[in-house]
């Protein structure tokens, strides 16, 4: 007997906003979040110094010494983004977290990198002196999921998805196909990352990074013929993944229906996309859902504004729905939030679904005529009424993900 998958609540920490009304105010104002950061003017050879990195926040007072001591920054953004998400549900007190009935589905690129740092630095002196108690903790790289599952006790699985750009969207497929399975109840899912020079430098070795240091505010440009490149962000967000029928049973408010998944590997090479493994990620998605491509009104592309990617991903989105569907990426205005980005552009597409309004890629001036002729939202939103959308990512490794949400009536 499978079950139907609700989400029930949704939070988050983004670039550009930590609450949907403040996120919704910043896509209506079609301005991205990139900044220039001086603070990486020390590091020689990075040639791209813009990232989007978050507003000030604080954790609230029962975010005690001891209870923090094994957090890094990015187990932070995961558990707060958690608890305003469980908050949202209605589940922040309630027995079923810590019934076993409850599990934590959570990822992140890496463990936070200062911890990392302090690690490699016992390497590089061959002193302990920078190791203490608690590093391994805070840059091991399931560091979010089991701080989540800590701080509030759950006792269910836990499933760790530390893969990149998917971290947060696998997450999500794991959550709903643990709950479709009556495997658990409830599933606390999303991905968090935390900003580093070092993910930039990544990129920069790839030549995958923007360089428009003194224009921030005219990249990352999906899809444009004059695209240079991605630039990075951090943030974190969390879905509360849920059965139906338990959710109507305690009045839950529902905000979206989760009714499929798929996630597909390349097998072909770590850091170059292969558009057919995207494609089948997606048509897999669909058949899980039982639809059509044509019933699906959106999509949340991947849009990273690399050559490569942007390329294979729109003529793989053009090759499963054989139209111009409507299509738009959220990386333009907060980065790519790496780990994060699944589970924060999985969030806003379903706030967009139930506001009937889809933001536009903003920069994106002239399509680049070698991606597919899809029908890229620009200059201003749109508003749609949709039943159904669906959000892609794909990591490095060869990691695909496809989610499709329907509309709660």
Same mark, same amino acid.
């Given at each position: 007997m499978t079950h139907r998958v609700v989400i029930t609540g949704m939070s988050g920490l983004s670039p550009i906003g930590h609450s949907w009304p403040e996120i919704e105010q910043g896509l209506h104002g079609y301005q991205n979040k990139i900044r220039y950061i001086p603070e990486w003017e020390i590091f020689s050879g990075l040639n791209c110094r813009l990232a989007a990195p978050l507003p000030p926040f604080e954790l609230p007072a029962h975010y005690s010494r001891k209870r923090t001591r @094994? #957090? $890094? +920054?990015?187990?932070?953004?995961? *558990? +707060? =983004? =958690?608890? #305003?998400?469980l908050e949202a549900a209605g589940l922040l007190d309630d027995p079923v977290l810590t019934s076993g009935r409850t599990g934590v589905a959570y990822g992140s690129s890496s463990g936070s990198t200062p911890a990392l740092s302090d690690m490699a630095r !016992?390497?590089?002196t061959e002193n302990t002196d920078s190791v203490k108690a608690n590093t391994y903790i805070q840059m091991m790289p399931h560091t979010t999921a089991v701080n989540v599952s800590v701080f509030f006790g759950t006792r269910g699985r836990l499933i760790p998805t530390s893969s990149a750009c998917t971290s947060g969207s696998l997450a999500i497929g794991m959550a709903y196909e643990s709950v479709r399975? $009556?495997?658990? *109840?409830? #599933?606390i899912a999303g991905g968090a990352e935390e900003l580093c020079p070092s993910q930039t430098a990544v990129f920069d070795t790839l030549f995958a990074t923007s360089t428009r240091n003194d224009e921030p505010e005219k990249t990352p440009r999906p899809f444009d013929a004059s695209r240079d490149g991605m630039t990075v962000g951090e943030g974190a967000a969390t879905l509360i993944v849920e059965d139906l029928d338990h959710a109507r049973a305690r009045g839950a408010k529902i905000q979206a229906e989760i009714v499929g998944f798929a996630t597909t590997t390349d097998g072909k090479h770590l850091t170059q996309p292969a558009e057919e493994s995207m494609a089948m990620a997606m048509? !897999?998605? !669909?058949?899980? %859902?039982g639809l059509p491509a044509q019933e699906v009104g959106y999509v949340n592309a991947h849009g990273t504004a690399t050559e490569l990617g942007d390329i294979a991903e729109s003529q793989a989105t053009l090759s499963?729905? @054989?139209q111009p569907v409507p299509i738009s990426s959220l990386k333009s205005y907060i980065g790519h939030t790496l780990g994060a980005c699944g589970s924060i552009e999985a969030w806003v597409t379903v706030e967009m679904l139930n506001s009937d309004w889809y933001a536009p890629t903003i920069n994106l001036e002239r399509i680049d005529p +070698?991606? %597919?002729e899809l029908d890229y939202i620009t200059e201003c939103g749109r508003p749609m009424q949709n039943e159904y959308v669906m959000t892609n990512q794909?990591?490095?490794g060869g990691i695909n993900t496809s989610l499709v949400f329907r509309r709660w009536q």
């Open positions: @094994g #957090m $890094g +920054r990015v187990a932070q953004l995961a *558990t +707060r =983004s =958690s608890e #305003m998400a !016992l390497l590089v399975q $009556g495997q658990q *109840t409830v #599933m048509r !897999l998605a !669909l058949e899980d %859902a499963i729905y @054989g +070698r991606c %597919a794909f990591a490095f």
